[in-house]
């Protein structure tokens, strides 16, 4: 495999591929291995690991080859990323072990699987970004509703509005619950459990399991958050019930008056 640089580059194109279509038509020039969730691409400088949940990791690929490829597959992403992370780390080969220090990744193989293990941590890590900015930017953004609950005994928002905010809540939510399973061990490894070690320190480097932790504690924010509007909007919907039984009330005593 020629290497025509010693660059890794992780790209988040969006979500999951439409997979027959990717096969049969973005794929079809390329000479693909499949690895359950993961394509092997060479290509003329370099290879490239395609992960069915919207991640690519070039290994040595110039701009203008990662330019086509990507181009290629982007009309069967079922949704396109708004903002595209790049994240880059350098490697070496035949290093007397694997290690993992400032951004370097040192390789003790060719293998191109022991590739493929890395690209799966790294390609994790890409994906645990998206969805800290997702939780993070709702978290900011919603930020203001406890403060004026504490403040004035009440949030000023119309029903209407409370149900937006509660679905654009509900729907960060159940994205990243649904894709969750994404940060697990990659089952590749149950077929290749040598290669579990490796996943697992460029895992430990890259600190993957204590951000899930973290990450988890901000869901269980944003259920407050949507427990929180739950309440506010049923309140509002029982005062507004409440006053529509007065009005009746009062407008029959005044007709029982009438008569």
């Known amino acids: 495999m020629p290497f025509c640089n010693s660059t890794i580059s992780v790209i988040n194109l969006g979500d999951a591929f439409q997979i027959p279509e990717l096969e049969s038509a973005a794929l079809a020039p390329y000479e ?34 990662q330019q086509l490829l990507i181009k290629r597959v982007t009309p069967y992403i079922l949704l396109e990323s708004r903002k595209r992370s790049r994240e880059l780390f350098q490697f070496t080969l035949s290093a007397e072990q694997l290690s993992v220090r400032g951004d370097h990744i040192s390789l003790a193989s060719e293998d191109h699987l022991l590739r493929l293990a890395v690209s799966h941590a790294l390609a994790q890590s890409t994906q645990l970004i998206v969805f800290e900015t997702m939780v993070l930017d709702n978290i900011k953004a919603t930020a203001h509703i406890p403060a004026t609950l504490a403040e004035k005994g009440k949030i000023p928002l119309r029903r209407k509005e409370l149900a937006k905010i509660r679905g654009r809540l509900f729907a960060a939510k159940s994205d990243i619950i649904l894709h969750y399973g994404l940060l697990d061990t990659p089952e590749f490894f149950w077929e290749y459990p040598n290669l579990e070690s490796t996943y697992m320190q460029v895992a430990r480097y890259l600190d993957i399991k204590p951000r899930v932790d973290v990450l988890s504690q901000k869901l269980s924010t944003l259920h407050e958050l949507l427990e929180i509007l739950a309440d506010e909007q049923n309140h509002s919907h029982s005062a507004f019930l409440e006053w529509i039984v007065i009005l009746l009330i009062g407008f029959e005593v005044v007709m029982a008056a009438f008569h």
């Open 32 to 65: 693909f291995t499949r690895y359950r969730d993961a394509y092997h691409i060479p290509m003329a400088s370099g290879e490239a690991w395609l992960f069915q949940y919207g991640i690519v990791v070039f290994w040595a690929v110039s701009d203008d080859d």
